[in-house]
């Protein structure tokens, strides 16, 4: 039941630094891009939160006080919150530094390890100058890096289990260039013209139509398996070309894309034993061919607002300093 309420739900994570006075400081609030579900180091983020409304923020800000001098916390403090509409839940606090806390450091200017140590040596957040939450006036997205062409069979679906190897930060002024430069440190190539390739569960298919018309807006060709083109056209999206699956006949998707008649991949994972058969197959092929595919909705959104920013302008390099400074 529990698993249902928190379906499509936003997951943040919030670092932060309590000191002995009871002093709490908030060093950064992270929403993720992919839904919860997503193991945290999986899942890509902003700092800051982009879609959160004030009122939530402001919620998760005195949960996480409240919390901190509940546990009495000195040093680091890691907190994983999802929010379903404007209800939010707590999914577990640890008092202790978390792999966000570099990320974060970098995006605010702060050295939170650094800081952290000394209030457990018994200084003080107010002696530091550390009172107060940095909230900066860039973007900063962190992306995993994932290691599945390196395993031959591996799906790249993402899920509760932690897969990712490393990770990696985009700095800009806006969500868009920010993930497009995170998406290009990690490895994947967006492309900015051709044809993207959409196969959806059914829970999928009503929210990803502003995507679609996005991507049709872009210039982009779609094409669609049967299933994925109907629901469509049933919600007003028409234009969708129909591509085979495996079992329909020649060519099939894989033709398509082995023959680069495919940029980019959506194909969000379906219950169905077929469905899962044929997933995986064309993930596999995907990653063999080095095409983008993203395997969620939130995450089909994010590469949409980075393609448009491609689109519109190309990407500037700053140092880290200038965007702190």
Same mark, same amino acid.
């Given at each position: 039941?529990?698993?249902?309420?928190?379906?499509?739900a936003i997951e943040v994570d919030v670092d932060a630094i309590a000191d002995s006075t009871g002093h709490v400081t908030i060093?950064?609030? @992270?929403?993720?891009?992919?839904?919860?579900?997503?193991?945290?180091?999986?899942?890509?983020?902003?700092?800051?939160?982009?879609?959160?409304?004030?009122?939530?923020?402001?919620?998760?800000?005195?949960?996480?006080?409240?919390?901190?001098? %509940?546990?009495?916390?000195?040093?680091?403090?890691?907190?994983?919150?999802?929010?379903?509409g404007e209800r939010v839940y707590i999914l577990e606090a640890n008092p202790r530094a978390s792999r966000t806390v570099p990320?974060?450091?970098?995006?605010?200017? =702060?050295?939170?390890?650094?800081?952290?140590?000394?209030?457990?040596?018994?200084?003080?957040?107010?002696?530091?100058?550390?009172?107060?939450?940095?909230?900066?006036?860039?973007?900063?997205?962190?992306?995993?890096?994932?290691?599945?062409?390196?395993?031959?069979?591996?799906?790249?679906?993402?899920?509760?289990? @932690?897969?990712?190897?490393?990770? =990696?930060?985009?700095?800009? %002024?806006?969500?868009?260039? &920010?993930?497009?430069?995170?998406?290009?440190? %990690?490895? =994947?190539?967006?492309?900015?013209? &051709?044809?993207?390739?959409?196969?959806?569960?059914?829970?999928?298919?009503?929210?990803?139509?502003?995507?679609?018309?996005?991507?049709?807006?872009?210039?982009?060709? =779609?094409?669609?398996?049967? &299933?994925?083109?109907?629901?469509?056209?049933?919600?007003?999206?028409?234009?969708?070309?129909?591509? +085979?699956?495996?079992?329909?006949?020649?060519?099939?998707?894989?033709?398509?894309?082995?023959?680069?008649?495919?940029?980019?991949?959506?194909?969000?994972?379906?219950?169905?034993?077929?469905?899962?058969?044929?997933?995986?197959?064309?993930?596999?092929?995907?990653?063999? +061919?080095?095409?983008?595919?993203?395997?969620?909705? %939130?995450?089909?959104?994010?590469?949409?607002?980075?393609?448009?920013?491609?689109?519109?302008?190309?990407?500037?390099?700053?140092? /880290?300093?200038? +965007? /702190?400074?």
């Amino acid at each position: 039941m529990f698993s249902l309420i928190l379906e499509r739900a936003i997951e943040v994570d919030v670092d932060a630094i309590a000191d002995s006075t009871g002093h709490v400081t908030i060093g950064g609030i @992270m929403e993720h891009i992919e839904e919860a579900g997503v193991h945290s180091g999986d899942s890509a983020c902003s700092i800051p939160a982009i879609t959160l409304s004030a009122s939530i923020l402001d919620r998760i800000r005195q949960w996480t006080v409240k919390l901190a001098k %509940a546990l009495n916390v000195i040093g680091l403090m890691n907190i994983q919150f999802a929010v379903q509409g404007e209800r939010v839940y707590i999914l577990e606090a640890n008092p202790r530094a978390s792999r966000t806390v570099p990320f974060v450091s970098k995006a605010i200017g =702060v050295p939170l390890a650094k800081l952290a140590s000394r209030v457990m040596a018994g200084e003080t957040l107010e002696s530091l100058g550390f009172t107060a939450e940095r909230i900066p006036k860039h973007i900063s997205v962190k992306e995993a890096v994932l290691p599945f062409e390196k395993f031959p069979g591996s799906d790249t679906l993402l899920g509760p289990e @932690m897969r990712s190897t490393g990770e =990696v930060m985009g700095i800009d %002024a806006n969500f868009g260039q &920010g993930f497009a430069k995170a998406e290009l440190a %990690a490895g =994947v190539d967006l492309p900015l013209a &051709g044809t993207v390739f959409m196969s959806l569960s059914d829970r999928d298919k009503e929210t990803v139509v502003p995507v679609v018309r996005d991507l049709m807006e872009l210039g982009f060709a =779609v094409v669609a398996t049967e &299933g994925t083109r109907r629901a469509l056209a049933k919600l007003g999206v028409e234009n969708i070309k129909l591509v +085979y699956k495996l079992h329909e006949g020649r060519p099939n998707v894989l033709d398509e894309i082995k023959n680069e008649n495919i940029q980019l991949l959506v194909n969000t994972p379906s219950s169905s034993e077929e469905a899962q058969t044929d997933g995986r197959l064309i993930r596999r092929s995907a990653l063999t +061919y080095k095409l983008p595919i993203v395997t969620t909705v %939130a995450g089909a959104k994010a590469t949409v607002d980075a393609i448009r920013s491609l689109k519109s302008h190309p990407l500037e390099v700053k140092a /880290i300093q200038d +965007y /702190i400074r």
